[in-house]
């Protein structure tokens, strides 16, 4: 059966004939097995893929050292007990707060959005307060307080003043009318718009990815996280960092290592197993503790059948000592092949005569079809070619490299890449920008 074939037939059994429908991709594809770098379809066409199932394989697919684990787990019928506690469990928490410099506790989830949800539903019982301030062009999950103002057009946002809040734009039916109520969508980068929704008071938390990761690679300008963090002291806010993305694929200690900037919660997810089911929860003791507080009425609920399931925990515990015994190697490898991809772009991109950006963190990249960097999602709505971007990465699918083939999406490496693979892109990525540049 074709591709098509199957899809149809799935179509019959499945809405959409897909599970989870943002995976729907044209051309269609039907995948059997990824390895390391690599992906097949069920025609045995082999690609090198830097979409990395939305980019959890740091180490690249099936990990022998995650897997190993895994195997091993199962076989030692370490199966879901779901009451008390478990070794496994205190050791992937210890090793999360050894390695993220702001978690004094964690909890354990199954997904990033189990982690963001929880992460807001704290800020409230700690602040009081109800509402919350996200970002344009970020995505936190697909929960009623944060699904809102991903990729919107030009045209939705061409009223979009700096320093006001914008329009809510949902990315789903089925809100209720009044989640709208407690949610502020500003543009990322714009501390002023951050500052005036804060002013009118009772602004639980701010949650955002330090990096706007779900439209390429957003950076934030120099001050703009302190900024952040200030104004969160000032109106007795909780700064919250998604690093549901770029946790563990930035550095062991998350992007906040990085930048310096002391969130009070954290989410982390994807990168944390190696692309097994986990999220992450964690941060300050003194919030973290709601989740136990003596008082009942100020108790956060969490709960859930497969919350620490043994095999997304020992893989997580895998994937950590994994990166912590070989951190340097693990981070300076992932560096120097993102750099080698950044240059070998911007060198083809130029060739070809393209206005064309490449944004890069680490092993994390895009090419964006316009001239300069975009500082939020305005810039890339109004200025990124959206077809030639559709284009490029259709035609480097059919040439045996896999981009998600939707606009701005980010290409992840793995450390199971080599620069072999990275120059072989770099002359598939040739190719199919001459055939761009004739049409
Ligand atoms: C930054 C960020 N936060 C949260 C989520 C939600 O995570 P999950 O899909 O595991 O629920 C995602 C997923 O793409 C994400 O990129």
Do not use: G, Q
């Given at each position: 059966m074709t591709a098509n074939e199957i899809w149809e037939k799935h179509k019959q059994v499945i809405p959409g004939g897909v599970?989870?429908?943002?995976?729907?991709?044209?051309p269609m594809r039907v995948f059997v097995r990824a390895k390391g770098a690599y992906l097949w379809d069920s025609d045995g066409k082999q690609y090198i893929d830097y979409h990395a199932a939305f980019s959890p394989y740091l180490l690249g697919h099936s990990d022998t050292d995650v897997d190993e684990a895994v195997i091993r787990a199962i076989r030692e019928e370490r199966s879901l007990m779901g009451a008390g506690t478990t070794p496994w469990e205190g050791e992937l928490a210890e090793l999360l707060v050894e390695c993220i410099p702001t978690l004094d506790q964690v909890q354990l989830t199954n997904t990033g959005s189990e982690a963001t949800f929880l992460a807001l539903r704290l800020a409230r019982a700690v602040t009081e307060r109800d509402k919350v301030i996200i970002m344009q062009g970020g995505y936190n999950g697909w929960h009623n307080d944060v699904a809102f103002n991903l990729m919107d057009s030009a045209d939705q946002l061409a009223d979009s003043r700096e320093g006001e809040e914008l329009p809510l734009s949902p990315l789903t039916a089925g809100m209720p009318k009044s989640a709208a109520q407690n949610v502020h969508v500003v543009q990322f980068n714009d501390l002023a718009a951050v500052e005036n929704v804060m002013r009118r008071g009772n602004i639980a938390a701010v949650i955002l990815e330090p990096i706007l990761q779900n439209i390429g690679i957003v950076k934030p300008k120099p001050g703009y996280l302190n900024g952040l963090r200030r104004l969160c002291d000032q109106y007795g806010s909780l700064l919250v960092f998604?690093?549901?993305?770029t946790g563990f694929r930035h550095a062991l200690g998350g992007y906040q290592s990085i930048c310096g900037v002391r969130p009070d919660l954290s989410s982390f997810g994807k990168a944390v197993a190696n692309g097994y089911p986990l999220g992450v929860i964690g941060g300050k003791r003194e919030y973290m503790e709601y989740f136990n507080h003596p008082e009942p009425a100020k108790r956060v609920l969490i709960a859930g059948?497969?919350?620490?399931?043994p095999v997304p925990t020992v893989a997580a515990i895998a994937t950590l000592r994994k990166l912590k015994t070989q951190e340097g190697e693990i981070y300076a490898h992932l560096e120097r092949l993102g750099q080698m991809m950044e240059d070998g772009l911007k060198t083809r991109l130029a060739r070809h005569g393209f206005p064309a950006t490449v944004a890069r963190q680490g092993s994390a990249f895009v090419v964006y079809f316009m001239d300069a960097s975009p500082e939020n999602w305005l810039d890339i709505a109004r200025y990124n070619d959206m077809e030639r971007d559709k284009k490029y990465r259709q035609r480097l699918i059919d040439a045996g490299v896999f981009h998600?083939?939707?606009?701005t999406k980010q290409g992840s490496i793995s450390f199971a890449h080599t620069e072999t693979d990275i120059e072989r892109t770099l002359e598939i990525t040739d190719t199919v920008l001459s055939t761009l540049a004739r049409n």
């Open positions: 599970v989870s429908l943002n995976r729907i991709i044209d998604d690093e549901v993305k059948t497969y919350n620490a399931h998600f083939p939707l606009p």
